[in-house]
């Protein structure tokens, strides 16, 4: 029985169009969902999916090299990250920002990036290549790249599509890192990494930098990206887009005072309107959203100044929307304890313990406030709801240790606002709470009887800190 002869696949005979959809089909194969970034506090790994690109195609020829190769790199977009002295791997594993290879060979390897970002110190020794393209190392490097170096090395490819994760990355470093200073570090931003000098079997690639790829790659950079005082741009853009990315990057973070204030205040009133609804959940996470962006500001260059020298009624502003915000969320860690009470449940005591972070946050953020010359106090209805809210949770603790603490609690939230029934109804319940473990009374009175220093708790400390307040502000009046 004759055989039949096989006849090769003639891919150079098919119109370019169809060329076209085969090469983006074998190459740009990252199929998983576009902004996946997820910020984790559990995460252990850098986030690397699986993709199937197949590169074999690339050696077929060098015609269907030089086209597939085109349309792999104006396709997919690859941007490299290199960074020294800077702990980048903790925030890329926080952030969860996609990362298609951390491996400095296949990175190195590769010479198609739209852009390339260096992160390093600012007055540091540095050693990281950049190939082929002596102009740009000329420009990184000066006289050339040291080899003496210390701390973390890393260089990463990301896609186009992930680079604004990877930037947003930044707005949240000072949640991952408190001790973060932004004139430690400096940027370098190169455009168009390609060789001056292409060979025949590569297609050249300056074309592409059109006013709208240019004004593309660094976009993420430019809305993220701030108060970095040293950063140097190069490549194939424009010297007044250079310039202008400059200037954002340098900004403060706070570019819109009034809209920011505006915004805290209408998710504070739909995280109200949630727990009216009794969508705790939601309401939690609308403020706590709200709570990292004041967090974030505060830690930021400009806050400092805005206290000093800028609107003081805006900082006024913020600090009492962060001040209620920790009560809002306080109030929602109650709600589930009181829940749990009447169901008859021992209530959750990370509930109680969160109660008890909340209001600290609040005592260290006020006197950091205060420290740097602000002028916003609490009330004194606000002063007893913070009372009644942490005398309520040590009572639905159920431990008879924290009888004393919840009846100082409740007496001075009291004195505060006399004729609020919720706290004379929980005055009640303490009470008779005391009632039910005698022996806590009486080791209560023996303790007040005795010469021995008064303990000192958070209560303490509030009070002294309520009064130190008062004191300063009725001087300054």
Request: some cysteine.
């Amino acid at each position: 029985m004759a055989q039949t002869k096989t006849q090769p696949f003639r891919l150079l005979d098919l119109p370019g169009e169809v060329r076209t959809k085969i090469y983006q089909e074998l190459l740009y194969s990252f199929q998983y969902p576009q902004g996946v970034s997820i910020p984790s506090n559990t995460a252990k790994y850098v986030y690397q999916p699986h993709h199937r690109i197949e590169t074999a195609i690339l050696r077929t020829s060098r015609q269907v090299h030089r086209e597939a190769y085109d349309v792999m790199v104006k396709t997919n977009q690859f941007i490299n990250i290199e960074c020294r002295h800077f702990p980048l791997t903790q925030l890329l594993i926080a952030a969860q920002v996609p990362v298609v290879t951390r491996s400095c060979r296949w990175v190195n390897q590769f010479k198609g990036y739209l852009l390339k970002l260096f992160i390093h110190p600012k007055d540091g020794p540095w050693d990281i290549s950049f190939g082929d393209n002596p102009i740009a190392t000329q420009f990184l490097y000066g006289s050339g790249p040291t080899s003496s170096w210390e701390g973390e090395q890393l260089s990463l490819m990301v896609l186009k599509r992930d680079f604004d994760c990877f930037c947003g990355m930044f707005l949240d470093i000072r949640l991952f890192m408190p001790d973060f200073k932004d004139a430690q570090v400096k940027f370098t931003i190169w455009l168009n990494t390609f060789p001056p000098e292409l060979p025949a079997w590569k297609a050249p690639i300056t074309d592409f930098f059109t006013e709208k790829t240019q004004n593309a790659l660094p976009k993420p950079l430019r809305s993220h990206v701030r108060e970095i005082t040293r950063i140097e741009i190069g490549g194939t853009v424009d010297r007044a887009l250079a310039e202008a990315v400059q200037g954002e990057m340098m900004g403060s973070r706070l570019v819109d005072p009034q809209g920011f204030l505006h915004s805290l205040n209408e998710r504070k009133a739909e995280g109200l309107r949630c727990y009216r609804e009794k969508k705790y959940i939601e309401a939690d996470y609308k403020w706590r959203c709200v709570g990292r962006d004041i967090t974030l500001i505060q830690a930021s260059n400009c806050w400092g100044k805005l206290i000093k020298h800028g609107d003081k009624e805006l900082a006024a502003g913020v600090i009492e929307i962060q001040f209620t915000t920790l009560l809002n969320m306080s109030q929602v860690s109650l709600t589930y304890m009181k829940d749990a009470a009447r169901l008859g449940y021992r209530a959750y005591r990370q509930e109680g313990h969160r109660v008890r972070d909340l209001h600290l946050q609040a005592h260290h953020f006020l006197e950091d406030y205060i420290r740097k010359g602000g002028t916003w106090r609490p009330t004194s209805i606000q002063e007893a709801r913070f009372e009644y809210q942490k005398a309520l949770s040590l009572r639905l603790l159920e431990d008879d240790e924290f009888i004393g603490e919840a009846l100082w609690c409740i007496d001075r939230a009291m004195e505060l606002s006399p004729n609020d029934q919720a706290i004379i109804q929980e005055k009640q319940n303490i009470l008779n709470w005391r009632q039910e473990f005698p022996e806590s009374s009486d080791d209560d009175s023996e303790e007040d009887e005795s010469d021995d220093p008064f303990e000192v708790t958070m209560e303490n400390l509030f009070e002294g800190f309520m009064a130190a307040l008062r004191l300063g502000l009725d001087q300054s009046t």
